[in-house]
């Protein structure tokens, strides 16, 4: 059924523009003539003034190896891909909207939306200088941090924080922003602590609430400053957010990113205090015999840093390290589990202007539990060989 949606929407936006094409000929013109101006400029709808779509894709062959070896397999995917459309409708109005095929188009019991979307919102910039901005939609939560901003075809492993197994990635909710000057910027962002609702989140994750409620105002806060000093740029935020009534989490994210010439690094920081859990990673660890419940004062801490080097016009190496420590202020130790996330890839580009890559990457993937908790160590060692490349479907501009 997903496929089908899929190739029916793909089918109607090519429909859609040859249609707009036919359309705009006059009269007598042939078969043989439209297919020269088909050709020769793409159609832009009248009421856009800019429109991009590109299909982002990943793809190749894997070879994992666990600790257990049950799990070991070997394996084609394609691990990412993703269709997105954007433009400007004017100076004043930008959209954009997002989406990943292979994830469900089942809607969220919380915002309506699906897990397949990433985003779909509209900006409207205002202003005497367009100074102001407000987003209102489906997009990325504003904490500071540059693993979200690097292209995700670029990234072999992510970050828990990042896979939204603690934190709320693509939420819906309405961003305000102003640019303070040529070099920063400063907002707020207000959003849904979560896409699912208190009861459908804990059931999927297998919780009871135990003492906890759900809030009847489960929403949040960022406040942010974005600057972009030359080589260096930063990313930090502080989010206030509640899911359980009377229980407030709160986070602080700091992302730093330096780059000079062929080099380029950043370093992620993040704290986040839950006093209700529903990252759910620590009420799980926490969890004795029977159904686990909720816990609460939950402690999630990040650290991730990454670093890219060009070797030459074609050739290029990137390498990544990260660990997260999950655990309670309250019980046993503030690091009940410790992830560490690794890779170290080559890049090759044969395409001059064009982002098509071939790569061999080493994975890592080190799970490591407090000794109280009486869990075996997990370990994943990966092997991938592919492709990734961002095909440009439609860019142009009226």
């Known amino acids: 059924m997903k496929k089908m949606f899929f190739t029916v929407m793909v089918l109607g936006v090519f429909g859609g523009l040859n249609a707009q094409i036919t359309d705009s000929l006059p009269q007598g013109v042939t078969p043989t003539e439209i297919k020269v101006v088909a050709e020769a400029k793409p159609a832009v709808p009248s009421f856009a003034e800019k429109l991009n779509i590109d299909l982002f894709f990943r793809g190749g062959m894997v070879a994992d190896s666990y600790d257990n070896d049950a799990r070991n397999n070997t394996r084609f995917v394609i691990d990412n891909a993703r269709l997105n459309f954007q433009g400007d409708f004017n100076k004043d109005l930008f959209y954009r909207l997002r989406f990943r095929p292979s994830r469900p188009f089942t809607a969220n019991s919380q915002d309506g939306g699906a897990s397949a979307l990433d985003y779909a919102f509209i900006t409207y910039r205002f202003g005497g200088a367009r100074q102001w901005d407000v987003t209102l939609g489906k997009q990325l939560a504003a904490f500071g941090s540059f693993e979200k901003e690097i292209n995700p075809l670029y990234e072999y492993i992510f970050s828990d924080y990042l896979n939204g197994v603690y934190n709320n990635v693509f939420l819906s909710g309405l961003n305000l922003g102003y640019k303070v000057d040529d070099k920063q910027r400063v907002g707020v962002q207000l959003h849904n602590t979560f896409n699912n609702t208190f009861a459908e989140h804990l ?15 489960p929403i949040g806060a960022y406040l942010y400053w974005y600057a972009d000093f030359g080589k260096f740029k930063l990313r930090y935020s502080y989010n206030v957010s509640q899911y359980a009534t009377d229980k407030l ?29 529903y990252g759910t990673t620590v009420s799980k660890l926490l969890a004795g ?3 686990p419940t909720m816990e609460g004062d939950a402690v999630y801490k990040r650290a991730v840093s990454r670093y890219d080097y060009q070797l030459t016009d074609r ?34 580009a044969p395409l ?24 075996k160590n997990e370990q994943l060692n990966r092997i991938a060989i592919g492709a990734y490349y961002t095909l440009p479907i439609l860019k142009t501009k009226n």
Do not use: C, P
């Open 249 to 277: 989490t709160h986070s602080v994210a700091l992302g730093n990113s330096y780059k000079s010439g062929k080099h380029s690094v950043y370093l992620d920081l993040s704290y986040s205090h839950m006093a209700a859990d």
């Open 315 to 348: 050739w290029s190496l990137s390498a990544k390290v990260g660990v997260e420590l999950a655990g309670s202020t309250q019980q046993l130790s503030e690091q009940l589990r410790a992830n560490w996330i690794y890779f170290g890839a080559v890049q090759y």
């Open 203 to 217: 059931k999927a994750n297998g919780l009871s609430a135990g003492n906890f409620k759900a809030s009847k105002t």
């Open 352 to 375: 001059q202007g064009q982002d098509l890559r071939f790569y061999v990457a080493y994975v890592g993937n080190t799970i490591s539990y407090y000794e109280a908790l009486h869990r």
């Open 289 to 291: 015999v029977g159904t």
